[in-house]
T-cell receptor
């Protein structure tokens, strides 16, 4: 069946360093979504990418959708302690269902 | 965020108990979901309801029984659970793309 993988599983960075997480799907995706879950919280939708090669920015966060629409990345510039959490990518498997990646857990050392 | 609410937030139950989790969404969405999130495991989709009809049962044991009386309410009835069922149970709703999650019910089975 369809699989969505993410690397790395964990990342520890010094505050101010950059961070990148990568998402790979076993199949071509019509879109890719990114979510953030703070410790003790629930996943919160960040963004959706639809077009091949699309790049979107939200302040220090840059999201990219691969040309083949099978991979995506999230890059955070100059991490802050507020960036701590687990970042999930998700891709649709049907009109009402998405499959989530295992997530990348980010720790930021002040 | 109050778009999706879940009660109770915490639940401790014995293996012989029967309890129910409740989810309510105030977003006018047509689809509702139950997910299980265990420590160090990906989000596991359990059930999907679209316009009150179940469209997905992801091989969930029968000790978990969902109920969707209308598009705004979703229940998860629990009986004779096992300790390995201890997890965070997240409800979500959607109208197409992104999923809106509730705060979750932290379930502990003793």
């Amino acid at each position: 069946g369809q699989q969505v993988m993410q690397i790395p599983q964990y990342q520890h960075v010094q505050e101010g360093e950059d961070f990148t997480t990568y998402c790979n799907s076993s199949t071509t995706l019509s879109n890719i979504q990114w979510y953030k879950q703070r410790p003790g919280g629930h996943p919160v939708f960040l963004i959706q990418l639809v077009k091949s090669g699309e790049v979107k920015k939200q302040k220090r966060l840059t999201f990219q959708f691969g040309e083949a629409k099978k991979n995506s990345s999230l890059h955070i510039t100059a991490t802050q302690t507020t960036d701590v959490g687990t970042y999930f990518c998700a891709g649709p498997v049907s009109y009402d269902k998405v499959i989530f990646g295992p997530g990348t857990s980010l720790s930021v050392i002040p | 965020e109050t778009g999706v609410t879940q009660t109770p937030r915490h639940l401790v139950m014995g293996m012989t108990n029967k309890k129910s989790l409740k989810c309510e969404q105030h977003l006018g969405h047509n689809a509702m979901y139950w997910y299980k999130q265990s420590a160090k495991k990906p989000l596991e989709l359990m059930f999907v309801y679209n316009f009150k009809e179940q469209t997905e049962n992801n091989s969930v044991p029968s000790r978990f029984s969902p109920e969707c009386p209308n598009s705004s309410h979703l229940f998860l009835h629990l009986h004779t659970l096992q300790p390995e069922d201890s997890a965070l149970y997240l409800c979500a709703s959607s109208q197409g793309a992104e999923q809106y999650f509730g705060p979750g019910t932290r379930l502990t089975v003793t």
